[in-house]
Each structure stands twice: as C-alpha cells, then as structure tokens.
C-alpha cells in the first residue's frame, strides 16, 4: 500500500533501524524497486529527484503516477518522496503528485542562506502536511562536480551547527555529509562513524545518508548501528541496469526488442535492491 516517508522514517527509527530510499528514472526503476523491497519483505520508499524530473521532458506526473499506481498495489508499505528539490515550482507539485515527502536541497548555499530558503520549504511543506528533509554540509558530486575533498570545510556537517540548523529551520530529517559522495561506481567509501555517532547524539530528527551507492555493505549496516535512519541510493541501480544491459546487447548484436534488454536491466536492479535492503538489516522484527 501506499505509506507516508514520515510514517516509515519513524517506525524504522523506533526500531533503531533505517529505511532504504531508492531513486526512480524509468518505469523498470519503479517496478524493481517495489519487487525487490517485497522479496526482502521491507517497507521502502521511492523517490524521485530534481534530475530525473528533468530528465522526464521537466514532467513529475507520468512517473510519480506509475509509482503511486505501485505503491497501492505493493504488498510491503512504500511511500513516494520528491528528492533534491531546488526549484520552488517542482516543490509545489509534490502534494497533488501524490508525495508525502520532499528533500529540499539549499546545501549549496552559505549558512545563512540555505537555512532561510529551507526554513521558508519547511513552512510551506508543514502547511500541506508533507515530510520535509533537509541538507546541511554538502554531500558532493551532483551534477557532474567534483566530489568535495572529504576534509574541507563544508565536506562535513558539525553538529552543533547541525542542531541549530534543525532547531531554526523545522525540519523533519537532515541529510548530513560524513564521508559519502553522490554518483561512486565503486562500493570504496568509508565513513567518518564517529562524526554519524555525534551528529545522532547532538540531533532529534533522522538523519538521512546520502550518496550511498559508494558503500559496502558493512559500511552501511555500521552507519545504521550508529544513528542512520534513511538511506538513499540510487548509482547502484544504473550500475546493475546498465552493466546487464550492456552485456545482454553485446551477446545479441541483432537484438531489437526492447522488452529483452529492459527485463535483464530490471532483474539486475531487483538483485541490488534486495542486497542493499539485507545489508541495512532484513526484515523488520514483526
Ligand atoms: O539522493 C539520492 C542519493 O543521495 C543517491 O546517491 O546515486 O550516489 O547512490 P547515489
Ligand atoms: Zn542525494
């Protein structure tokens, strides 16, 4: 059925879990999400980023429509969340669109600017009822730029800061930079575990982890031991669709149909969902 990102964010923290969050571009990306989150048998929730949104002619609706149509079919919870935000006018179609959550992402501005443009996002977000997440220190390697150097000032969130930021801002969740970077092909990350510690000891909302493809799976199960409530993962799955994909054309050089290619990326995407759900912790107790 379809569930609220707010209602899987707090089941998950209360059980000193986390909730996976899959990034969705294509059809197939929907529905291998949803298969994989009932193979593992988790709640899940599928989101949807600026990006992709542009990548879809600038339209939310075709694809936010196909993943609520599976959301209400799945049998496991799964909610829909509006990722990376940094347009107003993409904000303001989440409620009609079927969302229950947004991220909204001002972490590239200075302090002062992100937390006004967040806390005007958090206003207009808690008047509709949504979920709203935040960032504070930038998790690089959007868009093609250059992953922070992991040292520099801005490549970590403090946490004094952190909680400021939240205090002022309203926010529900905080995305929080403490080593990962967007966009890794390799599963090479390391954490900074004891700044995850911090951050989960000084803050009271969820963090959420963000540029997750780059980590191992015990990377990912320590993040959620100490204090990761979402984590959002989305390379991996273009990972595992393209590499099948390639490999299928490549052994069928006078293929045509595209249900052939599209049903190898689709299981590959299937595969990784449910290894990455397994490595954050099975299935719920109950
Ligand atoms: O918000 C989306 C995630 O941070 C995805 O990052 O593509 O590096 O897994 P990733
Ligand atoms: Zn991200």
Redesign the pocket.
């Known amino acids: 059925p379809l569930a609220t990102t707010g209602d899987l964010v707090t089941r998950a923290a209360a059980a000193r879990r986390a909730v996976a969050?899959f990034?969705i571009i294509t059809l197939e990306h929907v529905e291998a999400v949803v298969a994989g989150a009932e193979t593992a048998g988790t709640p899940v929730v599928l989101?949807v980023?600026e990006n992709a949104v542009k990548y879809r002619y600038g339209r939310l609706l075709p694809l936010a429509r196909a993943a609520v149509a599976a959301a209400e079919r799945a049998t496991v919870p799964v909610a829909l969340h509006l990722?990376?935000v940094q347009s107003d006018t993409l904000l303001r179609q989440a409620p009609q669109a079927g969302f229950s959550s947004v991220?909204y992402d001002a972490s590239r501005l200075p302090y002062a600017e992100n937390l006004a443009a967040t806390r005007a996002a958090a206003d207009w977000a808690h008047a509709r009822g949504l979920w709203i997440e935040a960032e504070l220190g930038q998790?690089g390697?959007?868009n093609g730029q250059p992953p922070l150097d992991a040292h520099a000032p801005g490549a970590r969130t403090d946490p004094a800061e952190a909680r400021a930021f939240v205090a002022d801002s309203g926010v529900d969740a905080l995305?929080v930079a403490v080593g990962?970077?967007?966009?890794?092909t390799t599963r090479t990350a390391t954490l900074d575990h004891d700044l995850v510690k911090r951050l989960a000891g000084t803050l009271d909302v969820p963090l959420?982890?963000?540029?997750?493809?780059?980590l191992p799976d015990g990377e990912l199960a320590a993040a959620v031991a100490h204090g990761i409530t979402k984590v959002?993962?989305?390379?991996?799955?273009?990972i595992a669709m393209t590499g099948a994909i390639r490999e299928y054309l490549a052994a069928r050089p006078e293929a045509v149909d595209s249900r052939g290619y599209l049903t190898v990326g689709r299981e590959a995407m299937v595969r990784t969902v449910v290894e990455i759900v397994r490595a954050l912790g099975g299935p719920p107790p109950g």
């Open positions: 969050a990034n989101q980023s990722d990376h991220m998790v390697g959007k995305a990962s970077v967007h966009a890794m959420v982890l963000h540029g997750s493809s780059g959002n993962v989305g390379t991996a799955l273009n």
